[in-house]
């Protein structure tokens, strides 16, 4: 949601990221669960240990979330798929798998590991209440309450719609019957939204009850709903670019510029000048890093006068070259994987022969789309 993450840990190699909107559910969680619900179900509690167990649940509910996204990532390893981060964002975790699966089969496994394990940690969590509850009513209070959050959860994310794990196992099933990945996708997203305007409109008749809380559940349909077009929408993007080379994305013009240039001076002088939108970045003549339009955009015009163009450009050492003859698609996901605007275009004798930005993959799905090839 924002650009910011932060990276809290690295787990089976897997880092895990925590986006700034995540501390928002974070707070409201630990607010109504230790000033609402504890202190209602519980009156005898004292108001400390109420907010110290709503603190400890919140906290536990992240974990599970985080072991949710863990379990879709190791199994997408497993098969080979490579993974990337892990990030927790306001509406729950997002485990990042780089390519789109190859085999149904392969993708059922993948999706249904997810409720699968909040379903288990439910479990647990039931099991560690009653084994707690002669001890300690609190504790055993803490783990039934993340019990039926797990199960809540694992039932959420069933739901048929793409994209979430339910809709991902229906894909997978309708790519198994009819061998159409995109038709597959089509319905599901389709039933993805489907399931996202029910939400919503239940969340609406909530509020006209006058149950505040179902404004949640507006914004998450909301939220179900851009992303069911968005998840088709990536792969069409993927179909367009089968067959597309390497070689018919890239630009072959591109010019020099010292690493010590201002933006400012990048901008006035080489892009506006010379209509240019990346250049290489020199330090004498050692190459440095690639500069794109994109990372001009991405800072903030009143930086521009004191940045210098080594401060936004993408670092050798980060750029990871592909041959003209890499699949389109493949060019795409390893910008996404890096997390970079632009990448290198080099023969097998290490000779720079072209660049690829973004924008150009964007422009080129664009301009085909429009001509309805
Ligand atoms: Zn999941």
Sequence with gaps: MFKHKWRIAR??????????????????????????????RYPAWPRSLAWMMGLLTSLLVFASVLVHELSHSLVARQQ???????????????????????????????????PLSSFVLAGLFFLVSVFLHPASQPLSAAALTLAVINTGLGVFNLLPGFPMDGGRVLRSILWQATGDMRK????????????????????????????FSGL???????????????????VVVRSVLQGVKARDLMSTSFGTVPASLTIQ???????????????????????????????VKATPRKDWPRARVRDIM???????AVSPETDGRVVLSSLAAKDVNQVPVMEYDGSLVGIICRTDILRYIKLKTELGL
């Design 265 to 295: 001076a990048l901008v006035d002088d080489f892009i506006l000048e010379r209509k240019e939108r990346m250049f290489m970045v020199m330090e004498g003549d050692d190459l440095r890093g690639i500069v794109c339009l994109e990372d």
């Design 314 to 320: 993408t670092p050798k050492e980060r750029l990871e």
């Design 184 to 211: 597959a996708t089509r319905i599901a997203s389709a039933v993805g939204q489907g399931v996202a305007f029910l939400l919503m409109a239940l969340g609406f008749l909530q509020v006209l009850r006058g149950v």
């Design 11 to 40: 787990i089976f190699g897997i880092n895990i990221n925590i986006d700034p909107s995540w501390l928002i559910i974070f707070f409201l969680f630990t607010w109504s669960l230790g000033g609402q619900f504890f202190p209602t």
């Design 216 to 234: 949640w559940l507006v914004f998450i349909g909301w939220f179900l709903q851009s992303a069911a077009a968005h998840g088709y929408e990536q």
């Design 80 to 114: 080979g798929e490579k993974v990337g981060d892990i990030t927790l964002f306001l509406l729950g975790g997002v485990a990042q798998i780089n390519d789109e699966p190859k085999k149904p089969l392969r993708e059922f496994g993948m999706a249904i590991v997810g």
